[in-house]
């Protein structure tokens, strides 16, 4: 069964230090997400990707965040300077088309740690 | 407006009893309430869904109870199984400036005993 995948599983950074977080979505799937899960929080948008173009954000989703789709393939975020409070759980998910029906499919993760 | 309740915070329940966690709702534009399992160090998994016309939907061992007038949606795990053990968490799609959006709630960490 397809999977989003996501690399890599961790990551340690140091404050201030840029991180790009790579997600590959279920090959078929038009719409992207990134999403964020401080531990032991609740999971929370951060923006949501179509067409090559942000298509809805949240206000967590400040300056310091960019994503891209460099390619047929992979989906990125990229968080430009990092902060302590930046560390969590980032999930990417994807869906096939953009019907607001369709089941969001998450990958298992990449655990950011700023130090 | 724009938050999904949930509760309770942890449950812990005996193999073969039923789990029950609650979530409640503001924005009735909302029109999307999936359910989802997480296991620890996984991203969540969707387990079921509902949408606001329908005010029951079962999958196996899973239903989803729905009510709309009380901006209300419960999921209920018959026969628990140590299996289950998990966290569970409700969300919410749409809306009128919301889009596609994901709203989680808090999670539901279930632990079921053997």
């Known amino acids: 069964e397809p999977e989003v995948t996501q690399t890599p599983s961790h990551q340690v950074t140091q404050m201030g230090q840029e991180v790009i977080l790579r997600c590959v979505p279920i090959s078929n799937h038009l719409y992207f997400y990134w999403y964020r899960q401080i531990l032991g929080q609740k999971v929370e948008f951060l923006v949501s990707?179509?067409?090559?173009?942000?298509?809805?954000k949240s206000e967590i989703f400040d300056d310091q965040f960019s994503v891209e789709r460099p390619d047929g393939s992979n989906f990125t975020l990229k968080i430009r300077s990092t902060k302590l409070e930046d560390s969590a759980m980032y999930f990417c998910?994807?869906?096939?088309?953009?019907?607001?029906?369709?089941?969001?499919?998450f990958g298992p993760g990449t655990r950011l740690l700023v130090l | 407006q724009q938050q999904v309740k949930q509760s309770p915070q942890s449950l812990i329940v005996q193999k073969g009893g039923i789990s029950i966690i609650n979530c409640a709702y503001e924005n009735t534009a909302f029109d999307y309430f999936p359910w989802y399992q997480q296991f620890p160090g996984k991203g969540p998994a969707l387990l079921i869904a509902?949408?606001?016309?329908?005010s029951e939907k079962k999958e196996g061992r899973f239903t989803i109870s729905f009510n709309k007038s009380a901006k209300q949606f419960s999921l209920h795990i018959m026969d628990s199984q140590p299996g289950d053990s998990a966290t569970y968490f409700c969300a919410a799609r749409g809306g009128e400036t919301s889009g596609s959006r994901l709203t989680f709630g808090e999670g539901t960490q279930l632990t079921v005993n053997p």
């Open positions: 998910a994807s869906t096939p088309q953009g019907n607001l029906q369709e089941t969001q499919y």
């Open positions: 509902i949408r606001p016309d329908v």
């Open positions: 990707f179509y067409n090559n173009e942000i298509s809805e």
